[in-house]
């Protein structure tokens, strides 16, 4: 995630990391350059005298096209957004889940393995946003750094793990019911704890949707097609009144289209680390630290700082 | 579902496999050879000298399309949204039952009996998306496939019912009521199981709703009739300023109004097994890994992989 | 609800049953013949000479029309899909107190009056949606149908009724009392079931609000006046471009203007018995074969079946 | 509220109560004086000649509005909508309330001073939504009206309370403790009952959070300033081609924009008791009769009836 | 947030305080200076003679912009509507818990020492929404003022703390489960109470998503820089028709559009304290207020008054 700090708008207006730019200038090249290889085919050999299109047709098409490219910028944000929220509800499930386990498990009684035992817990709720960063983003090889948060044994058991986040909510549920096989909850409050579990496999599951169901294809398909034919089309449709000016409103035009297409690609695939996706480890981190300091720990880690402006 | 993979801009641009061209390649043909037809006409015969249609009401009428065929792709897509979000819940809901049953039924007992009934009651919940595709997709024939996660005389019992997904949970509350008079779970952690049950009912309902329910039948007839009449009345309106490129003009625009009408109509009903529709068979494979590997069982089927770039 | 079944395209060009074309053919013939004087007396008496007005406000005016009708027929379709979800959920609330009774209320008893008293709750349930269908489409009268559900006095007390869905919800509440006293029900499951009786509660309250609360007056007045000027004044502004054309294009436009605010109009009311409506009396036909079907009934009705294509 | 019971088409058309024409006369009057004075004066003394502007600027600004109006309507809308789904949800936790009331407090017990204890419950449950009513609409001084629904000494503390519903909601609370303590109620019986008394306080949260924050003042503001420049700029945009029509359709188009803008306001607040507001009154009156249905009681009051056509 | 109370249509069209035109006039001076050098270069010297742009590219790219500004303010008032949505949630979960307190902690026991103790649980609620307001707005340094609240040993350990808001949870969770360990709360209450921490975790965690998640930078860059474009360019293409009143219609439409932008800064981060922003202050004391009286205290503070019409 870009970070900004009420920079001024000219700032938007120039600024070159995080923008589109980087996926299209290809595609927009190679427009621009045939517009004007038409201009100049035109200006010079009269190429489409009597055979200009008028700009009719690129009106009717042009509502088409604002809708189609309104309810892609909206699905793609609206993907975004959720995926923000389901991050958002894992950072509120890891603080309750905290809380629920000083205040429920064995509450009041001052014993020290119980206490050792509550860490062990909410060590492992630590964990597993970790562990959730690593399976949206493909780095499952970095899953040694668990080890900061679990045993040895149960890292090892990790390893052979398919799908790690889930097997550390199991570990969770395991580690609750031998608490409560001690007398150390009551059955109601199981259920309390259960539930906060059954939130984590929720968000786990609804991320997954997110990253796993691109928008369908033939959307895809149909949107590239009528941009495509639009932005190439359109020199012949404003060559005879623009003249020189063709490839400049062609360039416009073209930036304007396949940015917004663009700009749906980057952003409907939200936990990638591209420089608009969501900063996942530095709310990694801001559930540590929360954490951490609710186990009356000292040393807290710093929160996430941003690296040349983006929050990975 | 097609499966895209990171594949470049020009490739969705060509594809041919998955668009939905092939729906619409009929009456494509049909409105441009009119239009061809029209053109000849008019450049060879003057056949509508001083009766051509100004632009005008094209203008006018394409407020209303946009505004309709914005609409029509809207509650397409969120009718497939909320398919997708339907199975997702469904993975959760059988995670979820999944540890519900390995930590709140008889928890903690090392009896081999014990295990068994949780390995039971595990297989009836990975029996139920199997079951619930099956009756999405209409392939009720293959209701023999279920004979790997239940019973003979259950499967036997199955093949009576006319709602298979209902009867397999009738079968999960009988054996959990079974489980609980055994005094194995406490009525409370009974009220949680029985909640995930809850939650299975209500995502069958759920995708029982999307299935029969289509878009209602006037929205349907009003917006082809106005697709139609605009598609077909277009040349009267562009035959004097385009001339010979009219039969381009309506190519792009009614490949543009079909096409979306047609995306709408593939992407509405999300359970089928057409190439945009949901991959619910590799949904079901996912949930069976997930809960297998929960149960400890060491050989794991393989994740199911695209065919021809389509996951089924 | 008007059954499709893979009709092709043409089928919904041509229909003639569920079209909104019933509704406004009064009003567009009207309009359409005001069109047609107004051309003839231009050609033939240049009534309009020096006096026309240009097509300029028919464009300006266009933008608010298209977004007052988007507006219409989204909201309508929102009433219209909520309402489906609303008869959905009752589907899923019935299926799943069908469970709950079968299985937490003396469950694992043998006793065939505790079975008796079971099938006396599962019909209650039965009767739910008939009553809320009753009290929906005003079918008070058939109160008499409910006989086969409730015994003739629970029948003669539903009659002295003015509420009659949230009586029935009342009547399970005191038999599931009467189990809870009996010591049939544990405290904990009661709850389970009367969270279930609550949401049929919000069904029918959610069923009643679209059913009472119109879109608002003035929102009906402000688009019908817009959309009646626009129509009439039409012909004004294209008789110079397009003369003898002119009822050709008012025919086009006011037919979509006028359909789409019909089509409005049918919508969004979704419980009553036009084409487009909800198929209430089908779902109830589910419900009841699925209820009995739990019951162990040997004997099921059959499914609803369309009658001239449309579920009622 | 106006009710409407199958009015013709017309009907709308030329109503005059309840449309927004009462709050826009004179801002219309105003705007449409201006456009007849400018176009006499162009026409009597050539004001404009050479310094009329083109209808350009509007075309391009005619998006921009477009867009805004429509935010408007549906932001009024959605505002509308969200407090008559609280209402309904108002009507569904009463009825659930007294359900509740009715089997779990001490239920099955023939006692009288028991059936006392639940009457005053749910009569204290039917003064809710008669007190939040008067919060809403600033009827305080109507509290004596609760006369009909708590004891003297309650409706004195009342008297004295600044948020009478919450302390409804509280009186309640007291009541339920009492009963739990002469065990009356089982604990998690009484968590169902303190749940419901949950919705109420959520429900007159939701309904002040809509009456008491206006749509942000500076979007107002911007529409305002646009709308009225346009209104006023358009006789300079259209005078030339339209000539004495110039006032006619400034009227029109002003209408559609100011009646737009007029509509939002009305409906943005929705319990007031303008036409267009919901029928709190005859809400609560539905409230009374379902609830005093369920207490036996013979004598109900009847439905509330519109008045000159308008239910308030 | 700005309180207007009936203030007429003109108020608001001239109103100076709380407009967007602080943020942009300098961008807008810029831009419409530059319109006013190119009109008159035009004018004396003919500048642009046979240079000039058409208006076509406007139309074609008024599509676009119209739609991704309609984008920016549906976001936009999303994110200050759910914000608002938080803090109302908030108010009612207070009520809630003081609710809560009153009856289920050690109800109807009438002993002073357990008075105290629910005073005490209620007056950290009353400090959540203070501690949440200054973690938003950044004003940490006035964590002294909490000391209303708390006793003198809690405000020293939410010195210590990050995360003040989610330490008095965690205060308030200990002091629950003190009453629970002297047999003050049922099991089945305290979940109750329980869920209703959870509830202010969960708010918590919504406000901080909102404040610290912009807009995607790419689409704000993507849309300052059409925006811009689009306003600079606009003098070449309305230059011929428009003459003189070229920089009036540049001032006009930059006005619209730099607006709604700025609109969308303002009010997308709504818990600042800003004009526009929401009045968190006056929500902190409205709680106050009605929890004290909850408490039965006698000296009530006011509720908050708008400064110069502005509610902080």
């Known amino acids: 995630m870009i970070v900004t700090n009420g920079e001024s708008w000219l700032?938007?207006?120039?600024?070159?990391?995080?923008t589109t730019l980087a996926r299209i200038w290809r595609r927009l090249t190679l427009n621009v350059s045939f517009a004007l290889v038409m201009t100049l085919g035109h200006m010079t050999y009269g190429w489409l005298d009597g055979?200009?299109?008028?700009?009719?047709?690129f009106t009717l098409i042009g509502f088409v096209l604002g809708i189609f490219l309104g309810f892609r910028i909206n699905t793609a944000y609206d993907r975004y957004w959720e995926g923000r929220r389901l991050w958002g509800q894992l950072v509120n499930t890891c603080r309750t889940l905290a809380r629920q386990t000083q205040t429920l498990v064995g509450a009041g009684l001052g014993d020290a393995a119980l206490a050792e035992r509550r860490r062990r817990l909410v060590y492992l709720v630590m964990a597993f946003?970790?562990?959730?960063?690593?399976?949206?983003?493909?780095?499952?090889?970095?899953v040694g750094d668990l080890a900061a948060f679990v045993t040895p044994t149960e890292l090892e058991q990790l390893m052979g793990e398919?799908?790690?986040?889930?097997?550390?909510?199991?570990?969770?549920a395991e580690q609750?019911?031998?608490?409560?096989?001690?007398?150390?909850i009551h059955p109601m409050h199981l259920s309390l704890l259960h539930q906060s579990l059954?939130?984590?496999?929720?968000?786990?599951g609804g991320c997954e949707r997110i990253a796993n169901t691109p928008i369908p294809f033939a959307y895809q398909v149909l949107l590239r097609r009528i941009v495509g034919s639009y932005c190439y089309?359109?020199?012949?449709?404003?060559?005879?009144?623009?003249?020189?000016?063709?490839?400049?409103?062609?360039?416009?035009?073209?930036y304007a289209f396949y940015g917004l297409d663009a700009l749906g690609d980057e952003i409907q695939d939200p936990f990638g680390s591209d420089p608009n996706d969501l900063p996942l480890s530095a709310l990694c981190r801001t559930?540590?630290?929360?954490?951490?300091?609710?186990?009356?720990?000292?040393?807290?880690?710093?929160?996430?700082?941003?690296?040349h402006g983006q929050l990975l």
């Not at 946003?129 to 970095?142: I, Q, V």
């Not at 359109?234 to 035009?253: Q, R």
């Open 51 to 57: 055979r200009d299109v008028t700009p009719l047709p």
């Open 162 to 172: 398919r799908n790690r986040p889930n097997a550390l909510v199991q570990r969770m």
């Open 198 to 204: 059954t939130a984590l496999t929720d968000i786990q």
């Open 233 to 254: 089309a359109l020199p012949f449709g404003v060559l005879s009144p623009l003249g020189l000016m063709t490839p400049v409103v062609v360039l416009m035009m073209s």
């Open 287 to 307: 559930i540590e630290i929360d954490l951490r300091q609710r186990l009356g720990e000292a040393e807290l880690p710093e929160p996430a700082q941003p690296h």
């Open 11 to 18: 700032h938007f207006v120039f600024a070159a990391r995080g």
């Open 176 to 184: 609750l019911d031998e608490a409560y096989r001690a007398e150390l």
């Open 129 to 142: 946003p970790h562990a959730l960063r690593m399976r949206l983003r493909g780095e499952e090889a970095m």
